[in-house]
């Protein structure tokens, strides 16, 4: 048996086209099904899934990143690997499209589970991911706050997902920008593990 779902935020609002965001979903849910009957990993679908997501510039993750108030874009992600519980995070970090990959390498290269802010970055940076090369442009920056945002986005756009793949393995991720107008340094429950992200092998059973 396989099992998927993902969310692509919270905090819709009555009245608002969401259909741009319901059929990125929609495709991104097709892709992992796929994937998923052909023998991924759970954790494998995790990643692409929420890479995916990042990409989109639909939600307040990734590309559609709202700036901090100093206009600096501060990315967390956590990711969890429900066979023997590793995991890893990251949070405030600043230069990189994709924390969810950032996270998985904390989780896979090093002894630790969180790395956040300068550290986050200098470790994305040893680790061959490649940088930004102008954060300003990637960015969507539709503004500091909610109503800057377009009529479709969500308020809170924290996108995750949570697998079972065809070997009963869970796993499960989660990556966001935080919330509109956050102070420097905020750091949510999106990377805390635990908190934003829980995947345990005995739930799969």
């Not at 990959?101 to 790395?115: G, I, K, N, Q, S």
């Not at 930004?132 to 442009?137: A, T």
């Amino acid at each position: 048996m396989i099992a998927f779902a993902l969310h692509g935020g919270a905090g819709a609002k009555a009245g608002r086209d969401y259909s741009a965001e319901i059929a990125d979903m929609r495709r991104i849910a097709e892709v992992a099904r796929i994937a998923l009957v052909a023998g991924a990993t759970a954790l494998d679908v995790v990643t692409d899934t929420v890479r995916a997501l990042e990409d989109s510039g639909l939600y307040v993750a990734g590309k559609g990143a709202s700036p901090n108030l100093n206009g600096d874009f501060e990315l967390d992600a956590s990711i969890m690997n429900g066979v023997d519980k590793s995991c890893g995070a990251v949070a405030a970090l600043q230069g990189y499209a994709n924390p969810i990959d950032v996270a998985r390498a904390v989780m896979e290269r090093t002894p630790h589970v969180f790395l956040a802010g300068d550290g986050a970055r200098r470790f994305a940076h040893a680790q061959g991911f490649e940088a930004l090369s102008d954060p300003e442009s990637y960015f969507t920056r539709a503004g500091l706050f909610e109503s800057n945002h377009p009529p479709g986005t969500l308020a809170h756009g924290t996108v995750g997902c949570v697998c079972l793949d065809s070997f009963g393995h869970l796993a499960a991720g989660t990556s966001t920008a935080g919330v509109f107008g956050k102070l420097p340094g905020r750091v949510g429950d999106t990377p805390v593990v635990g908190s934003g992200t829980w995947a345990d092998a005995e739930a799969g059973q």
